[in-house]
């Protein structure tokens, strides 16, 4: 079974554009959990999206959007791109978010450099 | 909220040397508790996760680690280190909320000398 996918894996833009960036779930995972990691605060939760809704979200800006579509497959938006915004980005997918904890799979991520 | 604390920054250990790595979480109920190893570029990768049952858990390319409830916690060991272990190593914490939200402690970055 083929893992988690994220496309790109490497992103350069400036300050002030927007990205999208991709993940494909394992086949059959309903959820999906988008992380950012830097050196400074490390890994930090975003948002969390299940049968194409939002159930659960970090703390981080409005610029930070994401959205997840029937086949589960999901994207996130980051608009008005600040320096700060560099980092790797991890997509984790789990099976069934539902009563008690569901293992989480993650990707290879997508390395974002804001210039 | 839940918390994780990994007291050491960066781990030198010579090779063929044991290891411990320490965690420890701050979590209300019974906690969900995982390990992972991240090599340079690359993304996470699961090394052992505690659920419940038997607190001594083994994982994969040797390590193991013991839940212990009254410290609060989850500490990774492995008897002998070779040189491919050197990477940053995570422990987490997740919560029986419904969500698969994962928390992170900031990580130690583990150094192999020879």
């Known amino acids: 079974k083929a893992g988690v996918t994220q496309t790109p894996r490497y992103l350069i833009k400036t300050r002030g554009q927007q990205v999208t960036l991709s993940c494909s779930p394992i086949s059959g995972h309903r959820s999906v959990s988008w992380y950012q990691q830097t050196p400074g605060q490390g890994l930090q939760f975003l948002f969390e999206?299940?049968?194409?809704?939002?159930?659960n979200k970090g703390n981080f800006p409005g610029r930070f959007s994401g959205r997840q579509f029937s086949n589960s497959r999901s994207e996130m938006n980051v608009s008005t791109l600040e320096l700060g915004d560099s980092a790797l980005y991890l997509c984790a997918s789990s099976l069934l978010a539902g009563d008690g904890y569901n293992e989480q799979f993650f990707g290879p991520g997508t390395r974002l450099t804001v210039l | 909220a839940q918390s994780v604390t990994q007291p050491d920054i960066h781990i030198t250990v010579s090779e063929g040397a044991s290891l411990e790595l320490r965690c420890n979480y701050s979590y209300g109920a019974t906690p969900y508790l995982f390990w992972y190893v991240q090599s340079p570029g690359q993304g996470l990768q699961l090394l052992l996760k505690y659920f419940s049952g038997d607190t001594l858990v083994q994982g994969i390319k040797g390590f193991e680690a013991e839940f212990k409830r009254s410290q609060s916690s989850f500490n990774l060991r492995k008897p002998s280190v070779h040189w491919s272990d050197a990477a940053e190593y995570f422990c987490?914490?997740?919560?029986?909320?419904?969500?698969?939200?994962?928390?992170f402690g900031k990580g130690t970055m583990l150094l192999v000398s020879p």
């Open positions: 999206y299940f049968s194409e809704t939002q159930r």
């Open positions: 987490a914490v997740g919560a029986d909320s419904g969500y698969s939200t994962l928390t």
